[in-house]
């Protein structure tokens, strides 16, 4: 699958991983501390906000006691800077660009990270050249600015199996 590489710190090309946010002042510093706490995501069939921490949380050993869900990585960045969630995880890209914010970057902080998956791959509807768009993807990439790409954090694109994507694990849905 056609996907795009941001250069993550800690990932391969291809890859990403979320990053869990608290309040900088929770005095709670170890994913560990937040057995039972509130937890904001920004939907359920998110890999970076939802499935990806949820495993990852469950073999830490932790689970949550609740979940805020907020539609948006910055709604649950929000959340949890407001005191209406005690964390949240958001994918590194969009903490990347959240953190910038003084009222955001100021008021979260990490406290840990997932392990690195492959990223959202670009798609297309079945019956359309893929060769195609890929090219056209990889050469309009090429025809960004270097402060464009830097902007847009983006390196280019890498081919990722699709069945390393299907061993990514999903979390049941919430009960109740």
């Known amino acids: 699958m056609v996907t795009p590489d941001y250069g993550l710190p800690g990932c391969g090309h291809g890859e990403y991983n979320s990053v869990f946010v608290v309040r900088r002042d929770t005095g709670r510093q170890d994913l560990k501390a937040f057995q039972g706490a509130r937890f904001a995501l920004n939907s359920f069939n998110s890999q970076s906000g939802w499935a990806g921490p949820i495993i990852y949380a469950q073999e830490m050993g932790v689970t949550f006691g609740s979940f805020t869900k907020t539609g948006a990585h910055l709604a649950s960045?929000?959340?949890?800077?407001?005191?209406?969630?005690?964390?949240?995880?958001?994918?590194?890209?969009?903490?990347?660009y959240i953190k910038s914010d003084p009222g955001m970057g100021g008021a979260l902080t990490v406290i840990d990270r997932t392990p690195p998956s492959p990223a959202t791959p670009y798609i297309t509807s079945l019956g359309q050249d893929a060769g195609v768009i890929r090219q056209a993807i990889s050469d309009a990439i090429d025809t960004l600015s270097e402060n464009d790409r830097s902007a847009l954090h983006l390196k280019g694109i890498v081919w990722i199996a699709p069945a390393e994507y299907a061993v990514v694990p999903t979390p049941p849905l919430p009960q109740g």
């Open 77 to 96: 960045a929000q959340a949890v800077a407001g005191g209406d969630a005690d964390l949240a995880c958001l994918d590194a890209l969009s903490w990347h």
